[in-house]
């Protein structure tokens, strides 16, 4: 008998006007005391409440400790503080090393950019210090691929924040190149020309340079990345223009 029939019993009794005997009093204490009291239903929802509670404000600590430190990012749209080469193919240098000394080699290896593949353009742009939109757009059929990254930082080759992207679209004929970089580079040979400033949107102004076949128009995004696009073999477009929407279609 539980606790509950023993007290159904106790208020039957007490309600049909009937007093327990001495025996059915120990009996009736005896089992109350064996079984105790019941024991209060468990209260789920403010534990799980409270539990969720707790988990919501350790995943917001360890995105602000992973936000700050590079190791996590706060949110799925942040991108790497430095090159994520876990999602790249490094390549291997080749031309002329066979001649060379190891001492040769490793000085030679010592100046140059470490160069990378990626798999797709989705795994390039994951893997970018540096948010950078493609343009969708295009004036032909075609998509861009991955031409290469480079990490330019040339003491170990493996700071991975001096970075270079290029990707290129073609349908065969045109093409269209587009290359960004996260620091200041100088081109030789550029020096000398005085390209168009033209405006784009939201403010951001460009070089526009144009030529015989084609073109190319550079800008630098509010992140301070240096985008230059270049498309060639363009003689029915109206490259000017075309240029000017590319460059438009990359600012956000």
């Not at 929802?45 to 600590?61: D, H, R, V």
């Not at 990707?167 to 004929?173: C, K, L, W």
């Not at 939201?202 to 696009?229: A, M, P, Q, V, Y």
């Amino acid at each position: 008998m539980n606790n509950k029939r023993i007290q159904d019993a106790v208020h039957n009794h007490i309600g049909e006007g009937r007093v327990f005997s001495e025996r059915e009093e120990n009996e009736l204490l005896t089992k109350i005391e064996n079984n105790q009291t019941l024991r209060p239903k468990r209260r789920w929802f403010p534990e799980l409440l409270g539990w969720g509670l707790a988990g919501a404000a350790i995943l917001l600590l360890l995105g602000i400790i992973g936000s700050q430190t590079g190791i996590l990012p706060f949110s799925a749209d942040r991108q790497p503080e430095r090159l994520d080469t876990s999602l790249l193919k490094e390549e291997e240098s080749q031309g002329g090393l066979e001649n060379m000394t190891e001492e040769e080699r490793t000085k030679f290896l010592s100046n140059q950019p470490k160069s990378y593949k990626a798999d797709s353009v989705d795994d390039a742009l994951n893997a970018l210090p540096f948010k950078l939109v493609l343009p969708e757009d295009l004036p032909f059929e075609g998509e861009f691929a991955v031409d290469r990254i480079y990490d330019w930082h040339f003491e170990s080759n493996s700071d991975g924040k001096d970075i270079s992207v290029d990707f290129r679209a073609t349908n065969g004929r045109e093409v269209i190149m587009i290359g960004a970089v996260d620091f200041e580079q100088q081109i030789i040979g550029e020096g000398n020309k005085s390209p168009e400033q033209v405006e784009l949107k939201k403010g951001e102004t460009g070089e526009l340079n144009l030529g015989d076949d084609g073109g190319t128009i550079k800008f630098e995004s509010r992140e301070g990345i240096h985008i230059n696009i270049y498309i060639s073999n363009a003689e029915k477009y109206d490259t000017r223009e075309v240029l000017i929407d590319l460059a438009n279609q990359m600012i956000e």
